[in-house]
């Protein structure tokens, strides 16, 4: 069974390592130190497509150092599933390798990454094993050792285009087509371009000419690939568009993804079939009708757009609403190939504790947290009383400074005194106000300013200070305690209306979040939570290294429901979880009391699950869904309601736990070390379990009894200092 973040093993310390931190993969020494020697590498693949090829990767040179530009592409053997090659490996050294499914534009510079095999344990060649052979038995691509995994790629060269159909988005005005059921397929489809009037071999004339003349002024986008997912079908994955495309039903969403490299230059022709009411088996639809959508109308990130459905006799049909959301990779950040914790989780580790906000909210008509949410003091405290989590809300400032803040309007005062007037308050959209003026300025939460009642806090302490960047989170906090950021997004609701208008471009508000995390999260626990599913979608598709939960308020009475069906139910939000290789679910705790079969019904997708709501304040609850098998409770005042008896994160105990097992194998080597000089393995505040295990394995010499390394073990303490 995989495990997601856990520290008990310490082979696994390698693979936890931050982006920015420096440590060489193979077993700390340079691959150029040992001869090469020949490894014959194979696996059966199913089901590729056009242009894909099978590729290894690995963690030495030779194998690209995990970066999947460098992959090495197989050969295909005689028109078979088989894919093979022989490469040279450095010789008397571990090497760890993946499989991958990659479209190839250019070699060593320009890869798309298919799917690949997304173990937190990659396969592994130890430094004595003997290459196979090819009457070998092939490896299957996805199966490692008693596991299976593959996940979709990530965002590297290319842009996604998602075209979503939902709420009833078809009218059609001709009655015949009155109750019919309306088959839709989406196809990219490349313009091209203008002359240039560069002249043109005869061979590159003559195939513009018949390209033009047989596809009507359209060639189809290289490397496209075109999919489609229903929220509401037995199988709600992305698949390949049957022939005469995806039926829509009422209270349905579509989902068509297309994967281009240029936008620019492809546009999508929407094609309508309609079954004729006395249709017999094997007959086709009739083709009603189509539309263009064109490049020119994707210019914003994202967006709503109603097109004209024209007939085949070029005669007004009817027309389609489509909204869409345009993905692309991030321009400043690459990810590697060397980890992926995207959808691994101790299925057996239940009943977290998560700090809602920290400690709390504090800004409540009832029961409030006394310590400022969304703090650092906030956060510190619930970490102080034994939270394995910590959840908190992220946005931007106006100068594109991801910062630690719940609501998007704060009110503010240019009089610093405790008794304000009704005209004192202003109340202003948190995106525009920047980093400095949100720090300097007299700030009040929206509540304080609609009351008249400001609450007063520590505020001239500087952990109780609102809006601390998340950067400043990221480094002060102790690194055993895991982090939920809750990324904030508008959202519309029922009636039309929105949380927020005019948000940030949705490609750069993610880009500046992300970054952050992907270069200071280090070794943290990390985990990615919004209401929004297209933020869900898009975090995914972004980076390949941390998880992402879909929060859902589900069937609320006391919340109001949003527009769009991924949101309405606790199955529609399984359903689109597994739609995008998501983790799993942060439920509305309404939700589970009202039926608390629905905890098993999201473990039974294979998906993990957090709580969260007001009723988890009262510790009969807390106990009540911890009983129902929850990974995680997200509920306020931990310091009040946690019944832990030692105030520590699990990830504090298990990562000393790991460390004394650690000891155990140091201290069973010294004596075939004895003579060897000591050395030292103390890096940060936890201990280097790879740097250590590599002198245990690879040079057989500790040269440390158990009680000298054991000094050196120290834990983090409370005020963040070894």
């Known amino acids: 069974m995989q495990r997601w973040f856990f520290l008990e093993d310490p082979s696994n310390a390698i693979l936890r390592v931050g982006k920015g931190d420096e440590l060489q993969l193979t077993t700390g020494k340079s691959t150029s130190k040992y001869p090469p020697r020949k490894w014959l590498f194979r696996t059966r693949v199913f089901d590729l497509k056009k242009d894909e090829v099978v590729c290894v990767i690995g963690n030495v040179p030779e194998l690209g150092s995990w970066q999947p530009e460098k992959c090495i592409a197989l050969d295909q053997e005689d028109e078979t599933d088989i894919w093979s090659k022989t490469v040279m490996i450095p010789d008397k050294v571990n090497v760890q390798y993946r499989y991958c499914v990659c479209v190839i534009i250019e070699s060593g510079l320009q890869v798309i990454v298919r799917s690949w095999e997304a173990y937190v344990k990659p396969r592994l060649i130890q430094a004595l094993d003997k ?144 079954y004729s009411s006395r249709h017999g088996d094997g007959e086709p639809p009739h083709h009603a009708g189509f539309s263009y959508l064109l490049p020119t109308v994707l210019q914003s990130s994202e967006g709503s757009v109603v097109l004209p459905v024209t007939s085949t006799k070029h005669r007004p049909l009817g027309q389609i609403r489509i909204d869409y959301i345009v993905i692309r990779p991030m321009p400043n ?73 719940h609501d998007f ?53 500087e952990d109780h200070q609102p809006f601390p960047t998340l950067q400043h989170i990221l480094e002060v906090l102790n690194p055993h305690v895991g982090f939920n950021i809750e990324i904030k997004w508008t959202m519309q609701l029922l009636d039309g209306s929105f949380e927020l208008h005019h948000p940030k471009d949705i490609n750069l508000y993610l880009d500046t979040i ?25 975090i995914r598709m972004k980076q390949n290294k941390y998880p992402v939960m879909f929060l859902t308020i589900g069937e609320s009475k006391i919340y109001p429901q949003y527009r769009d069906p991924r949101c309405w139910s606790i199955p529609a939000a399984v359903k689109y979880a597994n739609m995008i ?56 005042k931990i310091y009040q309601f946690s019944s832990k008896e030692v105030k520590e994160s699990i990830f504090l105990v298990e990562a000393r736990e790991s460390q004394k097992d650690l000891i155990r194998l140091a201290a069973a080597t010294a004596e075939a070390a004895s003579a060897s000089p000591p050395v030292s393995i103390i890096k940060e505040q936890v201990l280097d379990i790879e740097k250590a295990r590599q002198h245990v394995e690879d040079t057989v010499s500790t040269a440390t009894s158990l009680e000298s390394l054991d000094s050196h073990v120290s834990d983090y303490d409370r005020n963040g200092t070894v």
Request: charged share 25%; glycine share 6%.
């Open 131 to 274: 290459s196979p052979e090819a009457s070998d038995e092939s490896e299957n691509y996805g199966e490692y050792d008693n596991i299976e995994r593959i996940d979709r790629g990530w965002l590297n060269k290319e842009t996604i285009i998602q075209l979503k159909l939902c709420n009833n988005p078809l009218t059609l005005w001709r009655p015949k087509y009155a109750n019919r059921a309306v088959f839709i397929k989406v196809t990219p489809v490349g313009l091209l371009r203008h002359n240039t009037g560069i002249p043109k071999t005869m061979s590159e004339a003559l195939e513009e000419s018949l390209s033009a003349d047989t596809q009507d002024s359209f060639e189809n986008p290289k490397h496209a690939l075109s999919e489609v997912a229903t929220l509401i079908g037995e199988d709600s994955t992305f698949h390949p568009q049957p022939q005469f495309g995806e039926e829509y039903r009422e209270n349905d969403m579509l989902i068509f993804q297309s994967t281009v490299l240029f936008p620019t230059n492809v546009a999508f022709l929407i094609d309508l079939y309609i």
């Open 581 to 636: 290789e998501m983790l799993g679910l942060s439920v509305h705790t309404e939700d589970l009391m009202r039926d608390p079969s629905l905890v098993q019904e999201v473990k039974r997708a294979g998906l993990t699950v957090f709580c969260w709501g007001d009723q988890n304040a009262d510790p009969s609850t807390i106990k009540f869904l911890k009983e129902l098998g929850l990974h995680g409770v997200i509920y306020d």
């Open 409 to 461: 309007h704060v009110c503010i005062s240019m009089k610093k005194k405790k008794h304000l007037d009704e005209n004192d308050m202003l109340e202003l959209p948190v995106k525009e106000l920047t980093l400095d003026q949100l720090q300097l300025l007299k700030v009040y939460h929206l509540s304080e300013g609609k009351t008249k009642n400001p609450r007063f806090f520590d505020d001239d302490l």
């Open 333 to 405: 950040f690459k990810c590697d190939m060397s980890v992926s914790y995207t959808r691994h989780w101790k299925k057996t580790r239940a009943g977290l504790d998560v700090g809602h906000r920290g400690s709390g909210s504090s800004f409540k008509t009832q029961n409030c947290a006394e310590v400022r949410e969304n703090t650092v003091a906030s956060l510190k405290n619930a970490i102080d009383h034994g939270a394995d989590f910590v959840e908190f809300d992220v946005q931007l400032s106006k100068d594109l400074v991801p910062i630690v803040y």
């Open 514 to 538: 992300l970054e952050v995390v992907l270069r200071y999260g280090g070794q943290r626990r990390i985990v990615f939570s919004c209401f929004n599913p297209d933020i869900c979608s898009v």
